[in-house]
């Protein structure tokens, strides 16, 4: 039985509802932090090329709420919604994507993380610290319109691959060489 009151009007959820996790464009960095953390895969990463391709599923999603709780931005990139008609005819329509631009080792190829992930970790450490790593004064660098420095691929890791983007391990072979010689 319809109760009189309620006839025309969408019902309002209870305090505390988890509704459908929406995303802020302008604070999601690509970080893959809620992908990681996802317990129905509902969000998906795709590394192509220089791309990196955020999908989050609707109708996987538990509605958890853990992609809002772990995303490491201030400001969160997602945001538990109130909404909870998500209903669709197509599970093309159940769906939504983010693209953003990949940086990858020079070296081995493996991604070190989107250019606005970097950004935002530059930003949090502030200037000074983010000066002495290369990954972050080289996404500055790229951001306030700098060359790059020239990459070569070389058979041997050098010195001066340092001064290039380099995710945690080749970085690692590059200072183990240096501290050997």
């Known amino acids: 039985?319809?109760?009189r009151n309620t006839v025309g009007r969408k019902a309002r959820p209870r305090a505390g509802f988890r509704g459908q996790p929406l995303t802020d464009e302008k604070s999601c960095i690509g970080c893959a932090a809620c992908s990681y953390i996802c317990p129905a895969g509902a969000i998906i990463i795709e590394d192509k090329g220089d791309k990196r391709r955020v999908i989050r599923r609707y109708d996987r999603c538990i509605f958890c709420g853990e992609c809002e709780r772990r995303c490491p931005q201030r400001s969160p990139g997602v945001i538990l919604s109130r909404e909870y008609a998500l209903a669709g005819e197509k599970k093309e329509n159940m769906q939504t994507s983010q693209e953003f631009l990949l940086i990858r080792c020079i070296r081995c190829a493996r991604?070190?993380?989107t250019l606005?992930?970097?950004?935002?970790?530059?930003?949090?450490?502030?200037p000074e610290l983010a000066s002495v790593v290369p990954n972050l004064f080289l996404s500055d660098s790229l951001c306030s319109g700098r060359n790059q420095p020239p990459t070569s691929k070389r058979s041997e890791i050098t010195r001066s691959d340092i001064m290039n983007f380099l995710c945690s391990s080749c970085r690692h072979k590059v200072y183990a060489k240096d501290s050997e010689t």
Not at 116 to 124: C, G, M, P, Y
């Open 1 to 3: 039985m319809i109760h």
């Open 111 to 113: 991604p070190v993380g």
């Open 116 to 126: 606005k992930t970097l950004q935002a970790t530059s930003d949090r450490v502030g």
